[in-house]
């Protein structure tokens, strides 16, 4: 009797271990994004891949409107019901939830030492000492075109700013094509496409933006207020209706084939693969004469974070880790060409169009957005105040003049450069 006693407790103990070890391995990590466009991709390519070495662990990515992220993120967290891992945008937004301990310290995270401290540094604070996202990949600016439409007009890749233009005039007087696809409405798509875009060739990339955060120079210097008198120049070549013309609108009418060049950031190249039917080139924003050195807006775009809140801290950490790995920076490369891997391991990309706008930093000098470190930290917000203005000079309703002078009267209304 006692035998058969022991032997039932026995069991009883083994299925509630089982049970036990079960519920502890089946842990889900969800992931906060506001990349709605790679859910498929992290579905079919990401997820699996990690999923197969990490049993136990299951992913979800789930991914917010980019324009609703930064909103329903910090909603999320207020209310604690936000994922285990957070992906960051750079600088500034992100600093900010780390400041306020929504984001975990992750300076000693194993698979941190592969990247360097310029690849952390939109993801660390101002002395460099914490890192608080793991740094996934930055992206490049340019033009993307369609080389078919460019080999119908005899055109040639303008490396100029009057060599741009002249493509621009061939392009209207044709009637074919769309001479550039860019609108206005959803005002972001003016600065980041436009302003942010060509703007480093005038201000001499970091040397400008660094002097811009010190002090030394102002946007009412010709350097911030001669990107905005190009842009207004744009304006006959945008087509009709631009000023309704949503960020969407764009991508349909160059894919689609109705537009013949499309004032671009890398990450739209895995879209673009898809939709269009015609081959694609790129060039990088043109200089003012031949032989002056170019500057390419190289943006860290991407990280990854812990919720210092979050459920499943260590399981979260290993996900983590292993973003940081090679492994992943392969994946992710390949998967989303057009985001370049800030990680210290070679990453070969088979895309050519990724490969194109990757070849510049060989000759040309890299930058980051500049609103995007320290000066957006205020009310006004730089960046925010850079959309409106960058749609209003190439709507017309304020010149670039008045742009820059608008825009400086709120940087100093709040912010005052360190002596």
Known sequence: MKTNVLKGLLLASSLLTSVSLAHAADVTLTV??????????????????????????KIVFSPTAPTEYNASLNAKLDAGSAGDIITCRPFDASLDLFNKKRLADLTSLPGIENFSAVAKAAWSTDDGKSTFCVPMASVVHGFIYNKDAFD???LKVP?????????????KADGTYIPMAMGTKDLWEAATMGY?????????????????????????????????????????????????????DSQNLFTLGKAAIYPAGSWEIGLFNTQAQFKMGAFPPPVAKAGDT????????????????????????????????????????????????????????????????????????????????????????????????????????????QAGAKLQKGLDSWYKPAK
């Open 32 to 57: 906060e994004s506001w990349r709605n466009d790679d859910l498929q991709i992290w579905q079919e390519k990401i997820i699996p891949a990690f999923e197969a070495k990490n049993p136990g662990i």
């Open 152 to 154: 119908k007009l005899g």
């Open 159 to 171: 490396a100029t700013r009057d060599e741009f233009f002249a493509v621009l005039d061939k392009i």
């Open 196 to 248: 942010q875009n060509i703007g480093p060739n005038y201000w001499k990339g970091e040397d400008g933006r660094k002097a811009l955060i010190s002090g030394k120079e102002k946007l009412t210097d010709a350097a911030w207020v001669d990107p905005y008198k190009e842009l207004a120049k744009w304006k006959p070549y945008l087509g009709d209706g631009f000023e309704a013309q949503s960020y969407s």
């Open 294 to 401: 170019g500057y390419i807006s190289d943006h860290p775009d991407i990280g990854v974070g812990l919720n210092a809140k979050g459920a499943h801290p260590e399981e979260a950490k290993k996900f983590l880790s292993w973003v940081a790995s090679d492994e992943f920076a392969n994946i992710y490369a390949n998967a989303l060409p057009g985001f370049f891997s800030l990680n210290s391991h070679p990453v070969k990309m088979s895309d050519a169009l990724a490969q194109e706008f990757v070849s510049w930093r060989n000759d040309h000098k890299p930058t980051v957005r500049s609103t995007y470190q320290i000066l957006s930290r205020g009310k006004p917000n730089l960046e925010n105040e850079t959309w409106t203005e960058s749609a209003n000079v190439i709507n017309g309703t304020d010149t670039p003049d």
